[in-house]
């Protein structure tokens, strides 16, 4: 919302500066977002009379001109403009000062042996247009030594302010001069609309077919008119909130808009069909709005149409065909009241931002509607001319009438400030409050038309399942709070908010409780472990393309977008792999294909709560960097389940407790990959090589890894008391086992029958070999283990170890059917 200086002084009598208006703004709770004062730049320059311009004496191109500001000496000044000359009047820039155009500070200086005490200035260097071919010709009449910005009236600021959407009275020039006033900035002025003497039966009436979107309407024609430009004063003022004018009768609907915050809409009405406008639901036709775009208006718009059809998207923005030009002569004033929800929820499906949807999404004055018609009435008579109608009228004018009560103690025990009884009332009545009753202890007042928010009905729904008395107690109760917390915050903020006492809010307990919850924490160190081990962290949509998706799971119709941001981005992603193998095929097309990648994110299995997974996923692919200790090499899947077990062991479960199996989705390599499980059925994470078809299909350099951990999935933590670490005293003795066995049997087999053939004794199975070669059967491997036995009272005696040592041997033969290795 902006507004001029000058503009808020026809509605509010102040000689406040406008940094006095903003400060008293912010403080009573309506944020100033900029102000904007051209006369700041331009206060040094005066209208000055060349008195003389003659050639300079050692240079063809200048001119000498003695320069008049209408008191002291003449100055002398060297300009090198064509158009100067004897007896003009021009700007005047005195040394010191800063050219607007141009950021130079002017001196005092000696051009070509002539001195030069100043200088004449072009629209271009007074930052006012890119003309620069000569200095600014003023006319004679022209006051010598007045400021320039005082003359050509640009010492108006212009003043911007954030209105929340509660605010809809603040969207007009009259309610932010109410505010002020009420805060002791002045006084409102006196402002009324008299009756305009109609002339004519209006040729047009109103119907309303949709009541809830539109329940009251009027209406007005006024014949004979002539459109024409809009008069200085009034084009000057749109231009400077940033409307451009149009014509005198669409600049007076804009003009109450901005002043009365009233949206006005004018049709021509030789352009209408029939005698009949209706205000209704769309039926899925389309019209050409005036910002040249087609709107299609479906049941959910409320339109109003004549006979050929819906003409304007009502309280949005009118319509192409009927609008206002400059061969109008009948013209219909339209000014009606509508449903805030209905528009808001038009403006937003249909894209389309207004000054009339702004208000009417947060509420426009019942009451105003009468006066706002008379008003503009007469101001098209006089700038158009022409004779008016007899109002229409439609519908029924809402019953906008309520109370609120203030009990005074209230204000110190809900906002900790002591403030008169007399006070708050004086406050309420500037604030167009009129008191009903009032007593030593308390107020009751009747609520402003113009103030929606203030003891407004609750829409909120109840908790279901309410007794039906406790459920009316709730709602009385509630209606008789919000609307006394209403008030105590409109005493209190036209008070000041910057005096409202700062108070500290209690504390909960001596110590704050955990900020993050358990799943927050785990996705933290998530994060962190997958940077240590060297991947990069990217993050993607949540939705791809779905012949993307389909290439990693299923893709229920359940999960497809009904209004995409792209047409290659239309479904839920079933995991964030998807999206880190398209990263890698780009960051491969760009000369990167050795790279590591990971993402912590959702992946979606259907629409339900339950189907959205939370998912660290990560893609290595190419070769590993290259290092002077160990040359570079393809990666391979074991370097993928390597990244999961490395990020399950961060987050508390051990790698013995987990089983893997090689049953991994179809979108893995067969055969090199797997999951891995804890227990039979809970499935924690699962890796592998991605399947060659798809890493063909997405242009996926080879090899290409992965690994998803399923963070949901994972136990929670244990809580409790810290256990000290069980650190033995004795050495831990450590044997060599060697087992052949078939090619076949995955070495966790023979690492899980080791580690449980003693289980108080053993503390670390570790594979350190696996050799197949000559020296073997054909299909057989040879898998060789160090089993660290830990003494916990005394040292073992060679017979405890050769014991224990058998119990491995024969717990491995069990499990993989192998032998030992001579």
Not at 72 to 78: D, Q, T
Request: one cysteine or more; a negative charge; aromatic letters at 6%.
């Amino acid at each position: 919302m902006k507004f001029t200086l000058s503009w808020l002084r026809t509605h509010l009598e102040t000689e406040a500066s406008h940094a006095q208006i903003a400060e008293t703004l912010n403080a009573i709770g309506i944020e100033v977002e900029s102000v904007a004062d051209p006369a700041a730049a331009l206060a040094p320059f005066r209208i000055a009379y060349v008195r003389e311009a003659k050639p300079h004496p050692n240079a063809d191109r200048l001119k000498v001109c003695e320069v008049d500001l209408g008191e002291g000496a003449p100055i002398s000044v060297v300009c090198g403009a064509p158009n100067a000359r004897t007896g003009m009047k021009a700007v005047f820039a005195p040394p010191g000062s800063v050219i607007p155009g141009t950021g130079m500070v002017l001196k005092i200086g000696d051009i070509r042996g002539v001195k030069s005490a100043g200088m004449l200035l072009s629209a271009y260097e007074l930052g006012l247009g890119d003309d620069h071919s000569g200095i600014v010709a003023l006319p004679d009449d022209a006051p010598v030594g007045m400021a320039y910005a005082q003359w050509a009236g640009l010492d108006d600021p212009v003043i911007e302010v954030a209105v929340t959407p509660n605010r809809g009275d603040a969207l007009g020039v009259r309610g932010i001069a109410r505010d002020l006033a009420a805060a002791g900035l002045g006084h409102l002025r006196e402002w009324n609309a008299e009756p305009v003497a109609s002339r004519f039966p209006s040729p047009v009436r109103w119907r309303i077919e949709w009541p809830e979107a539109c329940p009251f309407v009027l209406g007005r024609a006024i014949r004979g008119v002539r459109n024409h430009a809009s008069p200085k004063w009034l084009a000057d003022r749109l231009r400077a909130v940033g409307l451009r004018p149009i014509n005198a009768l669409v600049d007076i609907t804009n003009f109450f808009t901005i002043d009365l915050g009233r949206p006005l809409h004018v049709f021509d009405i030789s352009k209408l069909s029939g005698n009949l406008l209706t205000m209704r639901q769309g039926r899925g036709e389309t019209f050409r709005a005036l910002n040249g775009r087609d709107i299609l208006a479906t049941e959910e718009d409320c339109v109003i149409a004549d006979a050929a059809g819906a003409q304007s998207l009502a309280g949005i923005i009118g319509g192409e065909a009927t609008g206002c030009d400059e061969n109008t002569t009948e013209v219909f004033i339209e000014c009606a009241l509508f449903d805030p929800v209905r528009i808001a929820l038009t403006g937003r499906r249909l894209q389309i931002a207004s000054d009339a949807r702004q208000r009417f999404e947060r509420g426009v004055d019942p009451a105003l509607m009468e006066p706002a018609l008379e008003a503009a009435t007469h101001m098209v008579l006089e700038l158009c001319g022409g004779e008016p109608s007899t109002v229409v009228a439609a519908g029924e004018p809402p019953d906008w009438r309520r109370s609120a009560r203030l009990r005074f103690a209230r204000i110190r025990e809900f906002g900790g400030a002591e403030v008169a009884s007399e006070e708050a009332v004086a406050i309420l009545q500037r604030l167009g409050f009129a008191v009903e009753e009032q007593t030593a202890d308390e107020v009751r007042v009747q609520v402003p038309s113009w103030r929606h928010d203030i003891a407004a009905p609750i829409v909120l729904d109840q908790a279901p399942g309410l007794p039906p008395a406790k459920a009316e107690q709730a709602a009385s109760g509630v209606t008789e709070i919000e609307a006394e917390c209403d008030l105590i915050e409109e005493v209190l903020r036209i008070r000041g908010l910057d005096k409202v006492p700062a108070r500290s809010l209690p504390p909960l307990a001596p110590v704050p409780a955990a900020t993050l919850s358990p799943t927050q924490a785990r996705t933290a160190l998530a994060r962190r472990v997958l940077a240590a081990r060297g991947l990069v962290e990217c993050v993607t949509f949540s939705f791809i393309a779905q012949n993307v998706a389909a290439l990693f799971g299923a893709t229920p119709a359940s999960l497809s977008l009904c209004n995409p941001i792209a047409a290659d981005l239309d479904i839920m992603r079933p995991s964030p792999l998807p999206s880190l193998a398209l990263a890698a095929s780009r960051n491969a097309a760009r000369g990167f294909p050795d790279g590591a990648l990971f993402e912590v994110g959702p992946g979606f299995l259907n629409d339900s709560p339950e189907g959205q997974l939370l998912i660290a996923a990560g893609l290595r692919t190419g070769a590993t960097p290259r290092n002077w200790r160990e040359p570079s090499r393809p990666v391979e899947a074991l370097d993928a389940k390597a990244d999961a077990l490395a990020l399950l062991a961060a987050l508390g479960v051990a790698s013995e407790s987990l089983k893997a199996s090689p049953d991994a989705p179809e979108f893995y390599h067969p055969g090199r990959s797997g999951l891995l499980r804890l227990g039979p059925k809970m499935v924690l994470a699962r890796f592998g090589e991605l399947h060659p078809m798809i890493v063909e299909r997405l242009d996926l350099p080879r090899p290409a890894v992965a690994f998803e951990v399923f963070l949901e999935a994972l136990p929670a933590p244990k809580r409790g008391t810290k256990i000290q670490p069980d650190l033995s005293p004795f050495q831990p003795v450590r044997r060599d086992f060697a087992f052949v066995v078939d090619e076949a049997v995955p070495a966790e087999t023979v690492l899980r029958a080791a580690r449980e053939a003693e289980r108080g004794v053993i503390t670390s199975v570790v594979l350190f070999d696996l050799y197949a070669g000559e020296q073997l059967p054909a299909g057989k491997k040879s898998l060789a283990i160090e089993v660290t036995f830990q003494p916990r009272e005394r040292t073992f005696t060679d017979a405890e170890i050769e014991s224990f040592s058998e119990k491995v041997v024969n717990a491995v033969i069990k499990a993989s059917g192998g032998r030992l290795r001579g």
